[in-house]
């Protein structure tokens, strides 16, 4: 007998799973299949559920947005080693930036299928100062808006409802002088931005990282954008956002990254998975090989 778990965010999205959720479900059983669902109500839950569920359970299937999935993957990363297994997801969020990296489909029934008939993939999960993220750790402009934009915004306009609040980000672009320490290398000056990620895109823009992002290789991406002046910051982040960082490279650093130490003379609001990550004036960022499943 295969022991199922299925946790879900109701209020992810557009709120649409509860359409859905016969499909769903008659597509992960059979006769084969125990099937346990649990949804989320609050900040933390699939956190306790998935670290503290029996040994038995064979496989987790995730249905929510990048939130959603952050919980589930520090849930299974407080477990054991031996004792993690692999994960199932279904994008159910506004942006769904990690589940289009590893080409899942948006359509809730359709990747649904993935539990029962998807193949196992290893991949690299981070931590910022012990808290371990997916996809995406970043600071700096536009990544408030992932964070602020009220997920009722959210449900309405989708992906728009980012652009509309990141629109003002510009007017109030705060700096960071910084000392960054990365695999033997280091560089200061005043940031802007930085993201330090695994995925193909951010925030729905594609490319923003580059062209060669592996999901198991044991590095993420990094990119930070120097301090620039305020003629020139539109376009430098116009042609970040098109994936386009040669002309402005001046500004611009990109590099694959194990181990990032960052140290900032004031507290720096981080995003991290599109959820608030803290306020830290030193932040330590190292990335685990291969340490968690996902069916894909």
């Known amino acids: 007998m295969k022991h199922v778990l299925l946790i879900y965010n109701p209020f992810a999205g557009k709120k649409k799973i509860k359409d859905y959720l016969y499909d769903i479900v008659n597509n992960i059983v059979d006769d084969n299949t125990e099937l346990v669902i649990f949804p989320t109500h609050a900040r933390g839950d699939a956190v306790s ?5 029996k040994d038995s359970v064979d496989l987790v299937i995730c249905s ?17 080693e031996e ?31 993935l539990a029962r008939f998807g193949t196992k993939f290893k991949i690299d999960v981070a931590s910022l100062n012990g808290k371990h993220f997916v996809y995406t750790a970043c600071f700096g402009v536009f990544t ?14 989708g992906h728009f409802a980012y652009i509309i609040n ?27 931005f930085g993201a330090i990620c695994s995925t193909t895109q951010v925030g729905g823009f594609k490319g923003i990282m580059g062209k060669d992002v592996k999901f198991n290789d044991g590095y993420f991406e990094m990119l930070l954008i120097k301090d620039a002046p305020l003629t020139a910051l539109p376009s430098v982040i116009l042609d970040v956002a098109q994936g386009k960082t040669e002309k402005y490279n001046d500004y611009i650093v990109h590099a694959k990254v194990k181990d990032v130490r960052i140290i900032c003379n004031q507290p720096v609001p981080w995003c ?6 803290g306020e830290f004036k030193n932040a330590t960022i190292n990335v685990e090989q291969e340490a968690v499943t996902m069916m894909v």
């Open 83 to 113: 004792k993690r297994v692999p994960i199932s997801y279904i994008p159910t969020g506004s942006t769904n930036d990690f589940g289009k990296s590893l080409n899942i489909s948006s359509n809730m029934v359709t990747a649904s299928s």
């Open 64 to 80: 929510g947005g990048d939130g959603t999935l952050h919980e589930v993957v520090n849930g299974m990363m407080q477990r054991e």
């Open 166 to 192: 990141g629109a003002g980000e510009l007017t109030r672009v705060n700096k960071y002088e910084m000392k960054i320490e990365y695999d033997g290398q280091t560089i200061e000056g005043r940031f802007i």
């Open 49 to 53: 559920r998935v670290a503290g569920m």
């Open 272 to 277: 991290v998975d599109g959820e608030f990550g």
């Open 144 to 157: 408030e808006t992932s964070y602020a934009t009220s997920q009722d915004l959210k449900n309405i306009l």
